[in-house]
């Protein structure tokens, strides 16, 4: 007589153990994409800049310039990177040395308080800037 019970029991084990890594490689690959979706350089937002309005604002667009940027929530921005004014003036210094003709452009949220300004206009005075831009959009 030939008793199957114990093989069945191992057959379904098996099956139950398959199950489950084949659920966890699903799990994780589906967490990867998603964040490899969602974390995405391109998909990143930008800086959400509102400009002040000026009747008179130019467009002003050079190869050696830097943008400094004020947003509202306070950071200061040189380019894309996060600053600390003492990082910005050895920044701006370095730069400047390398080119007296440097083109400076201020982009401040029109929500930002004036002192803000005023600190990042105190660094740029001290540096010597000659060519200071302050960035409006046209009304």
């Keep these: ?37 969602t974390f995405n350089p391109n998909r990143v937002q930008k800086l959400d800049i509102k400009l002040p309005k000026a009747a008179n ?3 002003i667009e050079k190869q050696d310039q830097v943008n400094i940027t004020l947003s509202k929530d306070g950071p200061i921005y040189l ?7 003492r990082e910005l003036k050895a920044v701006v210094s370095a730069k400047l040395k390398s080119n007296p003709e440097l083109i400076v ?17 105190d660094v740029l005075t001290e540096l010597g800037i000659t060519n200071l831009n302050i960035a409006a959009v046209k009304d």
């Design 79 to 85: 380019g894309e990177d996060m600053v600390t004014i």
């Design 105 to 121: 452009i201020l982009r401040a949220d029109k929500l930002v308080g004036f002192h803000k300004i005023v600190d990042i206009l």
């Design 57 to 59: 604002a130019s467009n």
């Design 1 to 37: 007589m030939k008793i199957g019970g114990r093989h069945n029991y191992i057959m379904s084990l098996e099956s139950v153990a398959m199950t489950d890594i084949i659920m966890n490689m699903f799990i994780f690959f589906f967490i990867s994409f998603s964040l490899l979706y």
